[in-house]
Every structure is written in C-alpha cells, then in structure tokens.
Nanobody, 127 residues
Framework: QVQLVESGGGLVQAGGSLRLSCAAS????????MGWFRQAPGKEREFVAA????????YYADSVKGRFTISRDNAKNTVYLQMNSLKPEDTAVYYC????????????????????WGQGTQVTVSS
C-alpha cells in the first residue's frame, strides 16, 4: 500500500512563498512519476505540476509556470513544490499523487493517470 503524506501548507500573504513536501512510502521511489494537483472551494481539481521518476523532465500548468518549481529527492522518497510569488487565486487544497512509471505512456496533466493520492494540505494566500 502506497502512502503519500503532504506537509508545508499554511497561510501566507500575496507575493510570499511556501514549499510543500510529499513523502512517499514506496520501495523504489524513482520508479514513480509524481504530480501536484489543487482544488479550490467550489472548483474542480486542477493540475499544477508533475515530474518523472528520474527527475529530468517536469511539467507545469500555465497558471503557475515561472512561479512554481517541482523537484524530487529520490534518496529521501520526497517530492517538493516550491511556490513563489503566490497569489490569492493559488488558495486551494494541494494534493500529491503518484503512479508507477512502469505503465509506460503517461499523461501527467490528467488526474486519471495517478493511482495514489495524499490527504492534501491547505494553502491560503491573503491579499
């Protein structure tokens, strides 16, 4: 059973920064592609960023490109989301998700491509 535990959320003023972490309980973390999604109240879940198991290739939603950075430390079984220049519209519950890369073709922007999800961490950006 894969478990994902997010941390690092909180309340920050607009223009500030936060770093989210997601620790995964898997045997070979580098075999898993990782993603971050978010869901604001009354809105559908949306893709934020994703990174392949090797850490070489990453993907971003247009709304966060240039402000957010996804990274991973395979030795620590952890993926990070560094969020800078935060805006009130970034307020949401942020979820970490993963899927085993052995599945081959992967569409990182689709939530249906991920097999395991964390409980989420709240990020609130005040204006």
């Amino acid at each position: 059973q894969v478990q994902l535990v997010e941390s690092g959320g909180g309340l920050v003023q607009a223009g500030g920064s936060l770093r989210l972490s997601c620790a995964a309980s898997v045997r070979t973390f580098s075999s898993y592609n990782m993603g971050w999604f978010r869901q604001a109240p009354g809105k559908e879940r949306e893709f934020v960023a994703a990174i392949r198991g090797s850490g070489v290739t990453s993907y971003y939603a247009d709304s966060v490109k240039g402000r957010f950075t996804i990274s991973r430390d395979n030795a620590k079984n952890t993926v990070y989301l560094q969020m800078n220049s935060l805006k009130p519209e970034d307020t949401a519950v942020y979820y970490c998700a993963c899927t085993n890369s052995a599945g081959g073709y992967w569409r990182p922007l689709s939530g249906y491509e991920y097999d395991y999800w964390g409980q989420g961490t709240q990020v609130t950006v005040s204006s």
